[in-house]
């Protein structure tokens, strides 16, 4: 027996012994072949989507960071519309007579109110009589240009007549202004106590209902 003949026969043992590799059929030869044409064509695609999503990601950031931005400017510019500090409107009335409307703080509350804080409003009648009128809080309706005010109102005529109520409405179109609250009025000719007034042809024309009473300068009733 020659030396190297135990480990010949050991390995022909072993190699009898290991089990054998079957041999691949049709069906498993071709799902090979579709499963390496598909890796073929997609491989390639999907590289290219990723090669061009890291060449794009900056614009999709910059174009985010605008949207964010132009977002931001839209929110900013729809509350300071909304809401208008030292807010001033000007107009005409029918005939064709300046008026100007104020107030410490104007919100728009629908496309025709706007909420009015500490309004006052200066008419220029055709003699060119000055008449200012005002209050604590007023709802200013724009097309129509009428102004109700609310909370110690006061009209001011430039002859000295001041006249007082809790509410009144304004037409500052026809220069008119009425009230069904108890008025209190003060002037030239005296002091005088009614129900209810209504002014007229931008305060040159001045109407109270009674019961009122009135007391003439020189103490007459």
Request: glycine share 8%; proline share 5%; aromatic share 6%.
């Amino acid at each position: 027996m020659r030396p190297d003949e135990p480990k010949l026969r050991e390995r022909l043992l072993s190699s009898q012994s290991a089990p054998r590799r079957r041999a691949p059929n049709a069906g498993r030869m071709a799902r090979r072949r579709w499963a390496v044409r598909i890796a073929k064509y997609t491989l390639p695609l999907l590289g290219l989507a990723l090669l061009a999503s890291i060449a794009l990601w900056p614009e999709f950031v910059r174009i985010k960071d605008q949207e964010r931005i132009a977002f931001s400017r839209f929110s900013a510019t729809e509350v300071d519309a909304a809401r208008v500090v030292d807010a001033r409107y000007r107009g005409v009335d029918e005939h064709g007579r300046p008026y100007t409307l104020t107030a410490n703080s104007a919100q728009q509350d629908g496309p025709e109110r706007v909420n009015l804080v500490m309004p006052k409003g200066d008419v220029t009648s055709e003699n060119g009589t000055w008449i200012m009128l005002q209050g604590d809080t007023g709802v200013y309706m724009q097309h129509a240009s009428l102004l109700d005010l609310s909370g110690n109102v006061t009209l001011y005529r430039e002859d000295g007549t001041t006249v007082t109520t809790d509410t009144a409405t304004v037409d500052l179109k026809a220069g008119a202004a009425a009230s069904n609250d108890r008025v209190h009025a003060e002037g030239p000719f005296g002091t005088l106590d009614a129900q209810a007034f209504a002014i007229t042809d931008n305060g040159n024309v001045m109407q109270f209902t009674g019961p009122a009473r009135l007391v003439m300068n020189g103490g007459q009733q």
